[in-house]
C-alpha cells in the first residue's frame, strides 16, 4: 500500500541553525501539506500546496518557513533560523482529493 | 483554537463491547469531517470520513454519525479490539473552493480496550 513518507525520524539543531524536513508524498496525489505538533498540543496546520504554489498558510507559517517540491517526488520543509518553540513532531500530508489526507510518520525536531 | 473539540481525554472499553468516541464543532462552514486514529511515534492513520449532505457513513467496524444541527460527530467501533487502543483525532475541513484541505484536529481521545 503506498504510503507517505519523511525523513529524518529525528532531527536535533542548535537555535539558529537552518533545518530542511523531507517528505515523499504518495505518487499520485496532487495536494501536499505540513502540520506540527508540539508536545500535548493539538495537530496544527502549517501550510498547503498544490499546482507548485501555496494554496494557504497559516499565521504560524511566517517568513521563517518555506515550502518546495523540488523535483516532483520530493516535498520539503525549510525552517530557516530555528527557535526553542520550533520543537515539535512535524507531519507531512499528501491527498490525492482534498479532504481525505494521508499521514507520514512524522519528523521530530528537536531545537536546543 | 477551539473550534474542534473532543471533551473526553480518555475512553476505557472492554474487548467486544462498542467504544463511541464524540466531536464537536463550532464553525458551521466545516463541510468534511474525518477520524484518524494515531499510535505513539506514527503519523495519524486515516479512518473514516463524512460528508455534511450525509449523517451516517459505516466502513466495517467504524460507523461515523453526523448531527449537522448540535454540530456533533461520533465514532462508533463495533465491537471493539484491543489493537483499536490508540489515540482517537476528529479533523474538520471547509469548503474547497475556499480552503485547499487545510484539516483542523481536536484534541484527541484516548481509547483503550482491555481484552
Known amino acids: 500500500e503506498p504510503e507517505v513518507t519523511q525523513t529524518p525520524s529525528h532531527q536535533v539543531t542548535q537555535m539558529g541553525q537552518e533545518v530542511i524536513l523531507r517528505c515523499v508524498p504518495i505518487?499520485?496525489?496532487?495536494?501536499f501539506y505540513w502540520y506540527r505538533q508540539i508536545l500535548g498540543q493539538k495537530v496544527e496546520f502549517l501550510v498547503s500546496f498544490y499546482n507548485n504554489e501555496i494554496s494557504e498558510k497559516s499565521e504560524i507559517f511566517d517568513d521563517q518557513f518555506s515550502v518546495e517540491r523540488p523535483d516532483g517526488s520530493n516535498f520539503t520543509l525549510k525552517i530557516r533560523s530555528t527557535k526553542l518553540e520550533d520543537s515539535a513532531m512535524y507531519f507531512c500530508?499528501?491527498?490525492?482529493?482534498?479532504?481525505?489526507?494521508?499521514f507520514g510518520p512524522g519528523t521530530r525536531l528537536t531545537v536546543t | 483554537d477551539q473550534q474542534v473539540k473532543q471533551n473526553s481525554p480518555s475512553l476505557s472499553v472492554q474487548e467486544g463491547r462498542i467504544s463511541i468516541l464524540n466531536c464537536d464543532y463550532t464553525n458551521s462552514m466545516f463541510d468534511y469531517f474525518l477520524w484518524y486514529k494515531k499510535y505513539p511515534a506514527e503519523g495519524p492513520t486515516f479512518l473514516i470520513s463524512i460528508s455534511s449532505i450525509k449523517d451516517k457513513n459505516e466502513d466495517g467496524r467504524f460507523t461515523v454519525f453526523l448531527n449537522k444541527s448540535a454540530k456533533h460527530l461520533s465514532l462508533h467501533i463495533v465491537p471493539s479490539q484491543p489493537g483499536d487502543s490508540a489515540v482517537y483525532f476528529c479533523a474538520a475541513s471547509r469548503d474547497g473552493g475556499t480552503s485547499y484541505g487545510k484539516l483542523t484536529f481536536g484534541q484527541g481521545t484516548i481509547l483503550t480496550v482491555h481484552p
Open positions: 505518487s499520485n496525489h496532487l495536494y
Open positions: 500530508a499528501s491527498s490525492g482529493w482534498i479532504y481525505e489526507q494521508y
